[in-house]
């Protein structure tokens, strides 16, 4: 069965994975790319994903493509399963079922240095505050291009300069991560993934711990970035608003199902929060571009019977609020 039409009940919404409404529509966006419009291959594909773990189904049936130059957003609210699915996309854990091919290959099959130098994954709150000094802690990137002997050359110091200088921490290269701020080490640990000079990027919650200004200088850190390497980036983001004005495509999971993928445009609405977090909200188009930005409703609807805090997880969940099997 159709899993973003099954969890979407009356309405089928974006693309469904691998289908030529999905590539239609990957090219869309702020840059871009038009690349997705048939004829190129993706560099990620999933196919009837599911996870189980202690007996529990944390994600069910999730098929999609990411495409070479794409800004692939992952929304969905807490515990749908969006830091399960970068897990596997990254191939530091093996799916229960279905398969994650990057570049037409399993991805657990690639020799761990090799997909080191390919993909660089920044974890949820990725560095902890311990003594290393920010510019060794960016120079942990290079890690995967060095032999055995390590040592860092010529390009290995410039892609050092080249992240500390994007991600404005000049002023605190030799300060040890445990004398900064949770949002400090946040842009330290971006930069050290940029320092690893990846094709492919996975971020879970990038912009976790930053404050507005932050948050949009790091996603233009991330644009920019993206458009010197011509980069494929998929991003677990909470902030819908951030996510439609940044990604060319967004995922949407609920309860371990992927209900929805496509354009911002396409996916994200009044009808789409309400069922998927449960929440009342206005959807505006941004004025300069167009893009979807949720304008959150007054206080005072949401803390009562019903509301997302008080609703069930995972697609066992979704299966009994449909009352049926799973
Ligand atoms: N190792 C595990 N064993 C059992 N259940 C797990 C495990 N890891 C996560 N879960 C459960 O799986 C579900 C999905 O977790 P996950 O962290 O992927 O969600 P998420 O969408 O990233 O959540 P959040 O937005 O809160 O970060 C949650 O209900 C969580 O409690």
Known sequence: MNAIETAAGTRKRGGRAGTDGERAGA??????????????????????????????????????????????????????????????????????????????????????????RMLAVLQQEALPPVAYRVR????????PHQNWLGGSDAAGEFAIDHAIRRLHLEHLQDRPLEKLSGGERQRVALAKAMAQ?????????????LDYGHQLALMDSLLEWQAERRLTIAAVLHDLNLAALYCDRLLV????????????????????????????ADVFPHPH????????????????????????????????ERGGEP
């Open 253 to 280: 999971l609920h309860r371990g199902e992927a209900v929805a993928c496509g354009r911002p445009e396409e996916v994200l609405d009044g009808e789409l929060l309400r069922r998927v977090y449960g929440m009342e």
């Open 27 to 116: 090219g869309g966006g702020r840059t871009g790319t038009g690349e997705a419009s048939g004829a190129v291959s993706p560099c990620f594909s999933v196919r009837s994903l599911g996870y189980v773990s202690g007996g529990k189904t944390i994600l069910r049936d999730i098929s999609f493509d990411v495409y070479p130059g794409e800004r692939l957003g992952v929304i969905g609210p807490n515990g749908s399963g969006k830091s399960t699915l970068l897990r596997l996309l990254s191939g530091h854990e093996p799916p229960s079922n279905g398969t994650v091919e990057l570049l037409g290959r399993p991805i657990r099959e690639y020799p761990r240095k090799r997909l080191a």
């Open 136 to 143: 060794e802690t960016v120079g942990m990137g290079r890690f």
């Open 197 to 209: 000079e990846p094709q492919f990027v996975l971020l879970d919650e990038p912009t976790t711990y």
């Open 289 to 320: 571009t167009g893009r979807p930005q949720v304008l959150l409703p007054r206080p005072g609807l949401h803390g009562r019977p019903g509301s997302p805090l008080a609703s069930s997880s995972g697609p066992e969940g979704a299966a009994n």
